[in-house]
């Protein structure tokens, strides 16, 4: 049974931030894939720097094209909104029907939180969770520490974000090298960001 990783995310803009650590997890960890799992916009919260689901899925598209084992997915765009991460694994469980066994990818600032999630039990229960580094404030709760289920993973600390490239980029800074460069041409092209 093939070994999947879920990257979460909007993706607004895919960056090579995101690149590095799904690369180094099929690389360097027993995953045999990772997909990244576009976030769909809410229809409940409008956010005007939010570009359309469409869009952001062209750009992973283009990101993950020379990299086999990293894949973009877009399942979570038909499911009800607001989603929690439990029901997109339920969902994937059911529709997959023992193909893959599904694992989480999280930053460690996401683990801090992970607690507050809806049935984090349950995911913990059924899945692994890879956490790559992250430079953050605050502690992992101490169910989370040692826990078999949880793998730390020693990849690069990747302190870039979608944020800093989309106010840049409307700055007229170049953020070109923050980019894949299919993501940057897309990106150009469609005069995204500005």
């Known amino acids: 049974m093939k070994k999947v990783g879920l990257f979460f995310g909007t993706f607004n803009p895919i960056h090579i931030g995101h690149l590095v650590i799904a690369n180094h ?16 916009m809410s229809p409940f919260k409008t956010k005007k720097t939010l570009l359309d689901n469409h869009h ?7 990101a993950t094209k020379d990299y086999p084992k990293i894949k973009p997915s877009k399942i979570e765009f038909d499911l ?6 439990i029901n997109t694994l339920v969902h994937l469980e059911e529709h997959f029907e023992k193909r893959y066994e ?36 605050g502690k992992v709760e101490h ?6 289920r949880i793998h730390q993973i020693d990849a690069p600390i990747m302190e870039i974000s979608s944020t800093f490239i989309r106010e840049n980029h409307k700055k007229g800074k170049n953020i070109k ?14 005069n995204f960001y500005r």
């Open 56 to 62: 952001r899925y062209q750009m992973v598209n283009e």
């Open 177 to 190: 090298p923050l980019l894949p460069h299919t993501v940057w041409k897309y990106m150009d092209e469609m």
């Open 25 to 40: 997890l099929v690389e360097f960890s027993n995953l045999d894939e990772v997909w990244f799992v576009i976030t769909p």
């Open 143 to 148: 169910q989370f520490k040692d826990n078999p």
């Open 102 to 137: 599904f694992a989480l990818i999280m930053g460690e600032d996401n683990l801090k939180g992970f607690h507050k999630w809806k049935n984090y039990e349950t995911i913990l229960e059924n899945h692994y969770i890879y956490v790559y580094p992250r430079v953050s404030k």
């Open 80 to 85: 009800p909104q607001p989603n929690y991460t």
